[in-house]
């Protein structure tokens, strides 16, 4: 497995957020100016590969992954393709969670589902339903995230208080509910055989 390939698939994963060097080098046991000089390879690599739509940007020492600006047309197209029937359930649940508690981090929303959002931002950044806004004042300042005007249009709202109070929404785990139907169910079987005995 080459530098570049597992430099690759940690960007991918990374999303929006990126790496930083630090980070990237000690993942990767290798020295900045070692590390340094795969990101060049790797940034060589994508320039001079006309079937790839992969570009590497560097922004404050955080690289990141990202599509060549001759896609943007087409990625504006898939981004008016109808939603409805593109968003998936995970990103449905990452909108609902920047939603309800934005401004917020992809590693906030990562730790509310435990699962990496990166995908499901990415996705919701090219549907418009949410933008950056700004960073958040810790180490590595990662991204803040908030929903956008067309996410209130795509709700049929005209401001965020009229969302539904997250706190009146009741939760049923089906796993206890079954478990409390069971529970029911028995206590009438068992008062059936009391009253028949």
């Known amino acids: 497995m080459t530098y570049l390939a597992q430099i690759e698939a940690l960007l ?10 630090r980070d990237l080098a000690s ?22 590969d006309s079937s790839s739509a992969l570009f590497l940007v560097e922004t404050a020492s955080t690289y990141k992954i990202v599509t060549k600006d001759s896609f943007a047309p087409l990625l504006k197209e898939f981004a008016k393709a109808p939603i409805n029937q593109t968003l998936s359930r995970a990103s449905l649940e990452v909108l609902s969670i920047i939603a309800y508690k934005q401004p917020i981090t992809r590693v906030e929303v990562d730790d509310i589902r435990g699962v990496n959002s990166s995908g499901a931002i990415s996705k919701l950044l090219a549907f418009e339903l949410i933008k950056e806004n700004g960073k958040k004042e ?3 300042r990662p991204n803040l995230y908030i929903t956008t ?6 709700m049929g709202i005209n401001q965020l208080d009229q969302l539904v109070d997250a706190s009146s929404i009741e939760l049923v785990d089906e796993e206890t509910s079954l478990f409390a139907e069971e529970s029911s169910d028995m206590k009438t079987t068992v008062e059936k055989e009391t009253y028949e005995n």
Do not use: C, M, R
């Not at 991918?12 to 060097?21: R, S, Y």
């Not at 993942?27 to 001079?48: G, V």
């Open 27 to 48: 993942l990767l046991d290798l020295t900045p100016s070692a590390l340094q000089q795969q990101l060049e390879k790797l940034s060589d690599k994508y320039q001079n």
């Open 138 to 140: 810790v180490p590595g």
């Open 149 to 154: 005007d067309y996410f209130l249009d795509y």
């Open 12 to 21: 991918f994963v990374a999303g929006e957020e990126g790496l930083k060097i």
